[in-house]
């Protein structure tokens, strides 16, 4: 007999994927996979496989990332459609959001220089956001990035050509911000206090407001004929779907995204794996594998 192909996470991840398509109810869907979870512990006990795939799957996170999932993603032409109605001013903002899968508050917190956009190492290190509480801070202030995730994400050429433009035409400004990306300060202790080149700011030299974003915003999405599921988070759904289009590494596309684990990434983005490219027949082998060798222990 050949070598029996290992399921994986992903594979078992599609499978429940087809489930979902295919309507099936919840509940019968839990059996489903009580059941293949059993089924493959006994292949792991019986050696056909090395490691469960089931183990690291959980069902009740795919069935609320299915309700968490983008509920709208642009296609490449819908993109290169608001790149035409958005300002000059804040070109390299879509940008830093398709190309580099960064959230808004982050973008509005990018600072000129090799901190935030570096293009002598080709990375862009995601460190802070931008955020806004008068009483806590005085107004903005720059905090880590969401649930902590900080990362380096790879440069792409066309971002750092739209960044050197936008730093040419429109010089950053100088703003004194409350900077607690090192933590928050103790109780009673003001925060460190630092000047901060932010990228993007308004035609007074101010940041951005998230209120101000969104009215502008909404104007962008009309003239784009964006549907009202548009934000600028969806732009990040884009950047994902189109590194899972290429076959990028699922664990690629994790870093990339600055996601906390793997699962995260697979969950949220679990119908757009390609499956063209993906190896079939993985759980029957597998399972046509196990049987086989119960039958022939029964008949020794």
Not at 130 to 135: N, T
Not at 155 to 176: C, G, I, N, T, Y
Not at 224 to 244: C, D, M, N, V
């Amino acid at each position: 007999m050949g070598a029996v192909p290992t399921p994986r996470d992903p594979d078992v991840l599609e499978w429940i994927t087809n489930l979902i398509a295919a309507q099936v109810a919840q509940s019968s869907l839990k059996t489903y996979f009580d059941v293949l979870n059993v089924i493959m512990n006994a292949a792991v006990v019986d050696k056909v496989i090395p490691d469960n795939p089931c183990k690291a799957v959980r069902l009740s996170a795919i069935l609320r990332g299915f309700s968490r999932a983008p509920k709208w993603v642009p296609t490449t032409g819908e993109a290169a459609a608001l790149f035409e109605v958005v300002p000059p001013r804040f070109k390299a903002a879509i940008w830093l959001g398709a190309g580099e899968g960064m959230r808004l508050g982050e973008v509005l917190g990018t600072e000129n220089g090799p901190r935030c956009v570096d293009p002598a190492r080709q990375e862009v290190h995601v460190v802070q956001q931008l955020r806004f509480h008068k009483q806590a801070y005085g107004g903005f202030y720059l905090a880590p990035p969401k649930s902590g995730s900080v990362g380096d994400v790879d440069l792409d050429e066309a971002v750092a050509a739209a960044v050197a433009e936008h730093v040419q035409r429109f010089p950053p400004v100088a703003v004194d911000l409350p900077d607690i990306t090192r933590g928050t300060p103790d109780f009673g202790k003001p925060a460190t206090r630092r000047l901060v080149e932010l990228l993007f700011t308004d035609d007074l030299g101010r940041p951005i407001h998230d209120q101000a974003w969104s009215k502008l915003w909404a104007q962008w999405r009309a003239a784009a004929k964006w549907p009202q599921a548009g934000t600028f988070h969806s732009l990040r759904h884009y950047f994902a779907t189109e590194l899972i289009a290429a076959n990028v590494d699922p664990t690629d596309v994790q870093n990339a995204l600055r996601h906390s684990s793997l699962r995260i990434t697979l969950e949220t983005y679990v119908h757009w794996w390609p499956k063209r490219d993906r190896r079939r027949n993985i759980i029957s082998a597998a399972l046509r594998a196990a049987a086989a060798g119960r039958n022939g222990s029964a008949a020794a």
